[in-house]
């Protein structure tokens, strides 16, 4: 981890004293390329942050207080450029922060900077970004070559893993926190759809966009969703507070606080509170669970590090007193090519804003046809994996494709939900929930699988690689999405004959069930620094 200024960190938090540039040895990490906009002068000015905290005593009124954490790019903010990492927004600054970004600043954080991304989050390597492919050297085995370090939220990923960010926001489309925290080594977590707010944040594919939360530890991802105890001074005294994990009017998609109440009704679970990083943790009495393991996930394709991870975990899993049962979802196999329908689909609608005229960047070459400059405009403006995929989309909505793609690929997501469904032994809180699932004691309280089918891949390796093989990184990612479930991703060793690497390991829960995920995330992440220091 990089060393503070003491004056700068304490208990993971910033002084409000340090205020000169560059910021949390930023200077030491331009080779990773994790932050397109870091933090200046003006952005730490305490004045200007109208912070009233002055003491180490007051930050117990916030778990948050002073914590620096990392913004992607396409989140905005007031102080920062919001470019999506694309050209056709230059130095776009947004007038408002987005909620959630506001919602960290009134809970005490510290934005200490915009990270980098794929350009407008298409991607799963970070290599699609005006400002350069984000370098990620930590590996066993890569020759001081620069690894993969995820996409879309690769720059988020990094900027935890070096230690630049407490913690850091991204968004997950397909995968886009949970593949970067495989292949860097944090924790990576997608919550249920609809549970933070989307306001502020630029879309790609509104049905799957989420909000997703990286740090190194799932006790540090708690404390940035909700559901952490808030100490209030000298007394211990606490309550249960929410950081971001709140209802948003301003977001269509948010869900309703009546819906929230249904849901914590249905989740009748001990909560795993957590009361400030460093602290010692307090579990709730310790339970078992049916873990599942669907055999639809043993792909072929699976390397052999990534597949003694995965039944390492499962033999750790045992060992702790869970259960392990095979599942069936049988529509896994064509989650992947129905996503990579409906992402475009969508995103083809959300850009078509983007035309030079109404803002974002022109095209310098004026011409009397409207319509040449709004190609021109575009066709300087984005990039080539972004162009690829509005075609797509293009030709998914067009009158000869809606009814084979569009509408088929609707049918195989509803299949996805479904079969999920199936196999969780809690119901869905979105769906009415008969006698009969009422009583049932069937079916598995989590899935444990796999978070990428490969390790990170060197970055030079991808020059070669075709759109195909990237897009089928997020095989294990898409099906949660597409789902709207909740999913972490933690790093585990793979003590493999043939290499040694840092493995991504998923947990799915029901939809609403993120508590759970987050408990038995953080008792095999802390089981997994115990056996591997």
């Given at each position: ?329 049988p529509t896994t196999r064509q989650a992947l090519s129905a996503y990579y329908v409906l992402a475009p689909a969508e995103a083809c ?185």
């Amino acid at each position: 981890m990089t060393k503070w200024p003491r004056n700068l960190y304490f208990h993971g938090r910033i002084s409000r004293s340090y205020a000169a540039p560059p910021f949390l040895g930023q200077t030491r990490h331009y080779e990773s390329n994790a932050f397109v906009a870091p933090s200046t002068s003006q952005t730490l000015d305490p004045e200007s942050r109208q912070t009233t905290q002055t003491s180490p005593h007051a930050w117990n009124a916030s778990p948050l207080s002073e914590r620096p954490i990392a913004i992607k790019d396409n989140i905005c903010t007031k102080d920062f450029p919001t470019t999506c990492a694309s050209n056709i927004l230059g130095d776009f600054k947004s007038p408002y922060n987005a909620t959630v970004v506001e919602l960290l600043q009134k809970a005490g954080a510290f934005v200490v900077g915009k990270t980098n991304m794929d350009e407008f989050g298409m991607g799963s390597h970070n290599i699609h970004s005006r400002f350069g492919a984000v370098q990620n050297y930590f590996g066993s085995e890569n020759n001081g070559e620069a690894l993969s370090a995820g996409g879309s939220s690769g720059g988020s990923a990094m900027a935890v893993k070096e230690g630049q960010a407490w913690a850091a926001l991204g968004t997950d489309t397909g995968g886009s926190v949970r593949l970067p925290a495989a292949y860097t080594g944090v924790v990576g977590f997608k919550p249920s759809y609809g549970l933070l707010s989307r306001y502020g944040v630029v879309a790609y594919a509104n049905s799957l966009d989420t909000v997703g939360i990286l740090a190194q530890t799932p006790d540090a991802v708690r404390l940035v969703f909700g559901k952490a105890l808030k100490l209030l001074n000298h007394d211990r005294s606490s309550l249960s507070i929410d950081i971001l994990n709140r209802y948003d009017a301003n977001d269509p998609t948010s869900l309703s606080e009546s819906t929230r109440s249904r849901i914590t009704e249905l989740v009748d679970r001990p909560l795993f509170d957590v009361t400030r990083a460093g602290d010692k943790i307090s579990n709730a009495q310790k339970q078992q669970y049916k873990i599942g393991v669907p055999h639809e996930y043993n792909i072929e394709e699976l390397t052999p590090s990534v597949r003694d991870a995965w039944t390492s975990t499962l033999a750790s899993l045992r060992s702790n007193g869970h259960s392990i049962h095979s599942i069936s979802l049988p529509t896994t196999r064509q989650a992947l090519s129905a996503y990579y329908v409906l992402a475009p689909a969508e995103a083809c609608s959300n850009l078509a804003k983007y035309d030079g005229v109404r803002y974002g960047r022109r095209t310098a070459t004026l011409d009397d046809e409207v319509g040449y400059l709004f190609a021109k405009s575009r066709g300087e403006g984005f990039g080539k994996e972004v162009q690829r995929r509005i075609l797509l989309g293009t030709y998914s909505l067009s009158a000869a494709a809606m009814d084979n793609h569009f509408i088929q690929a609707q049918r195989i997501r509803r299949l996805v939900q479904q079969d999920f469904d199936a196999v969780f032994r809690l119901p869905n809180p979105l769906h009415p929930i008969t006698q009969r699932e009422a009583e049932s004691n069937r079916g598995v309280d989590l899935i444990v699988v796999p978070t990428t089918p490969s390790p990170p891949p060197k970055i030079l390796s991808l020059a070669h690689s075709s759109p195909l093989d990237m897009y089928t990184n997020d095989v294990f990612t898409v099906p949660a999405s597409l789902a709207g479930l909740p999913a972490v991703s933690i790093p585990k060793f793979s003590k493999n004959t043939d290499s040694n690497h840092l493995i991504g390991i998923q947990m799915i829960g029901q939809f609403g069930d993120d508590s759970l995920v987050l408990t038995v995330a953080k008792e095999m992440h802390d089981f997994f620094h115990a056996q591997d220091p």
